[in-house]
């Protein structure tokens, strides 16, 4: 069975411009999330989807974010337009619907901002 | 106060020796608990996790949880050089979709 899938690995890209990060969650497992991880700091909540709705969108910054899982498959998020501070590690997980099960987490994309 | 409390680290431990690792939260409703492990440059990694006071063994893992002190532990035995990376800890709540809320991570390195 595949693992959670993140689409770049890496990307550079300058202050103003657009980046679009996609998640590919195991296959089957409804819930997804997206977490963030800045320099020196701890993972971070992002938003978590449960099928194709979002369930919790606490956590993004501000509406240059904006996040969407069409047909509760795959998803992607969105960054526009991109600041310095946007620079990061950014993973997806996906877990399944049982209370107790497992996040996985994906590879995760690093966003250099320069 | 950080909702999740780990510290930093470097903690250095000989191989074969038992390595422990501590982790304080915040919110008493804490429901489930995690060790994740992150090698640098990679994604983490779940090694343990616990929902219950008490111990949970798995292998050379131990982890231990204490709600009424909202204290998590993980105990590695047999440390070896393998085991060097960032142990993170993290708690989720049901209510919130069991988001996960993540602590920065302690280093751990063990010397051969």
């Known amino acids: 069975e595949a693992g959670v899938t993140q689409f770049p690995s890496h990307s550079v890209i300058e202050k103003g411009q657009t980046v679009t990060l996609r998640c590919d969650p195991i296959?089957?497992?409804?819930?997804l999330y997206w977490y963030r991880r800045v320099m020196g700091k701890e993972i971070k909540f992002l938003l978590h989807?449960?099928?194709?709705?979002?369930?919790?969108e606490s956590g993004m910054p501000n509406n240059r974010f904006l996040a969407e899982r069409t047909g509760g498959t795959y998803s992607t998020l969105k960054v526009q337009p991109a600041e310095l501070e946007d620079s990061g590690v950014y993973f997806c997980?996906?877990?399944?619907?049982?209370?107790?099960?497992?996040?996985?987490f994906g590879p995760g994309t690093r966003l250099t901002v320069l | 106060q950080k909702e999740v409390e780990q510290n930093s680290g470097p903690l250095s431990v000989p191989e074969g020796a038992i390595a422990s690792l501590n982790c304080t939260y915040s919110?008493?409703?804490?429901?489930?608990f995690f060790w994740y492990r992150q090698y640098s440059g990679k994604s983490p990694e779940l090694i343990m996790s616990?929902?219950?006071?008490g111990d949970k063994e798995d292998g050379r893992f131990t982890a231990q949880l204490n709600k009424a002190s909202q204290y998590v532990s993980l105990l590695i035995r047999d440390s070896q050089p393998s085991d060097s990376a960032t142990y993170l800890c993290?708690?989720?709540?049901?209510?919130?979709?069991?988001?996960?809320?993540f602590g920065a991570g302690t280093i751990l390195r063990v010397k051969s």
């Open positions: 296959s089957g497992h409804d819930n």
């Open positions: 993290a708690v989720s709540l049901r209510e919130y979709g069991n988001k996960l809320v």
């Open positions: 989807f449960v099928k194709e709705s979002k369930q919790d």
């Open positions: 616990i929902y219950s006071n």
């Open positions: 997980a996906s877990r399944g619907l049982g209370p107790t099960d497992t996040q996985y």
């Open positions: 919110d008493r409703g804490s429901q489930s």
